[in-house]
């Protein structure tokens, strides 16, 4: 490998060690070729100036900059918050419309052009990460700099048909062609992408798999998020997860964890368990519902309401079926310390893992890492994630059909060992060969095969 790795995300870990399944990888990465990470600091100021912090991290350095409110308003909780993320998880009538912000989103990634072109050498591989900069290679570009750069999308493509209601979208392909690599999490994303490309005026898509577009050539490939496996697991088999929930000895436990999205499909899950426990036979285990499902992004619109929707679908399900000793759904609206995390899924009968539209799902990925191979929990997981591809040993649900994903529950939990253990022996097999670490040299190496190819 030559030149320095470069990566540009949204948020930079300079405020304590990296946690997380990405920024560990990235993490590791740049502490074994050295090089930069650039980013937000997670900072507010009033005035931020063109010039980046630094923060030495262990073998690399981060250059973080500052946001001003009108920037965090109409570049983050805005154009990519209030535009891109509902266009890419099928839901364009979400999206919240408003010109000034997409001005301030295209300022935002021309400002951070501006101050990485001042650093950057010609054979750095930079790899930019989410639809927070779309189109930064393509202001890089415009500043002259010539080196490869990579993308990764961490969520769907979004479909041609929705594609049409974003207002920049002929601007999309010049955005997508400032990349040499564009990286989408499934097969299904691949296909999208090359739809909208297919028939574009100046698009050509070449025997070799590359794309030509105007003066540039392009590859739009697919490498599918992984978790740190390994080290999940070591954790989920360190505390006793049932000791921490409290639960009576037969009492079964079905675990969602979840972002409070509305790209999650949380109120049609706490319904269909609703209907488990309504058609459930008298002598059926008694199952309960873990759900935690922390808040995110509530100065967005669209999702003030999420949580008032499920606390009224879980107390009308708690209120049927309670008992004095029982309330068979909790949920807790707070994050939970990934150990602790681990061990609860280990502790879980079944993962309920049913979004409507999501790009991988990492959560399917955790639960199947923290069972125990000997006595393992039951996957059920959405048609609609980008898991799916890779984990066809799940019960596959259809998160619109109360009834399927009812059905699956009682499947699940009726689920004979011998069954249990094949099918996690499948699903285990993919998440922990497939992690987070052949991820990324998948994805690097990639990008140094397309940058040799173009010496
Ligand atoms: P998304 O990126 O859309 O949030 P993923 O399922 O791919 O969905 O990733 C979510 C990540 O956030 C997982 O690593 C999961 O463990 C973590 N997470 C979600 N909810 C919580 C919580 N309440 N406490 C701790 N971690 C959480």
């Known amino acids: 490998m030559t030149g320095r790795l470069v990566v540009v995300s949204n948020r930079v870990p300079s405020d304590g060690p990296p946690s997380g399944g990405l920024v560990v ?74 010109a000034g912000d997409y001005d301030t989103y295209m300022q935002v990634n021309r400002r951070l052009a501006r101050m990485m072109a001042a650093e950057l050498r010609p054979d750095d591989r930079i790899w ?31 479909a041609t048909h929705d594609m049409m209601a974003l207002p920049q979208h002929d601007l999309f392909p010049r955005w997508m062609a400032g990349f040499d690599l564009f990286g989408l999490q499934t097969q299904r994303d691949v296909a999208a992408a090359l739809e909208m490309l297919r028939g574009l005026p100046g698009a050509e898509l070449l025997r070799d798999g590359t794309i030509s577009y105007r003066d540039r050539r392009f590859e739009v490939r697919s490498f599918p998020i992984g978790i740190d496996a390994a080290a999940f697991a070591a954790e989920a088999a360190r505390i006793d997860g049932r000791a921490l929930l409290n639960f009576a000895p037969d009492e079964r436990l079905v675990i969602g964890v979840d972002r409070l999205d509305y790209s999650k499909g949380l109120d049609n899950r706490l319904r269909a368990f609703g209907r488990y426990l309504r058609d459930r036979a008298e002598d059926a285990p008694k199952a309960s519902l873990l759900q935690i499902a922390p808040p ?30 029982w309330t068979p759904i909790r949920y807790i609206h707070s994050g939970v310390p990934r150990d602790t995390l681990a061990a609860v899924y280990r502790a879980a009968d079944v993962g309920f893992v049913t979004p409507f539209c999501d790009g991988m799902n990492l959560v399917a990925k955790e639960f199947v890492a923290a069972q125990d191979p000997d006595d393992p929990g039951v996957l059920i997981l959405s048609q609609f994630a980008g898991a799916v591809e890779q984990m066809a040993s799940a019960l596959i649900v259809n998160p619109y059909d109360i009834g399927e994903m ?16 094949d099918r996690h022996q499948a699903l285990a097999r993919g998440v922990f060969r497939k992690d987070v670490a052949h991820w990324t040299r998948s994805y690097l190496d990639t990008m140094d095969r397309l940058s040799a190819a173009r010496d």
């Open 296 to 325: 995110t992004r509530e100065e967005v619109d669209a999702y003030q309401q999420i949580r008032e929707d499920l606390e009224r679908t879980a107390g009308k399900v708690n209120g049927l079926h309670s008992d004095l000793g």
């Open 25 to 98: 990888a990235l993490h590791d990465c740049l502490r074994a070729t050295g090089g930069l990470w650039f980013g937000t600091s997670g900072r507010i100021t009033d005035d931020p100036d063109d010039s980046f912090a630094q923060v030495q991290g262990d073998g690399y350095t981060m250059r973080t900059f500052d946001l001003s409110p009108a920037e965090q308003q109409g570049y983050y909780l805005g154009y990519a918050n209030s535009v891109l993320w509902p266009l890419c998880h099928r839901r364009a009538d979400l999206m919240a419309l408003n």
């Open 128 to 158: 930019i990460h989410d639809y927070h900069f779309l189109p930064l290679a393509d202001c890089l570009r415009a500043e002259g700099v010539t080196a490869t750069i990579g993308y990764f999308h961490h969520i769907p493509f979004p």
């Open 406 to 421: 009812a059905r699956a529950l009682r499947q699940a939990l009726a689920m004979p060992l011998a069954e249990r253990i």
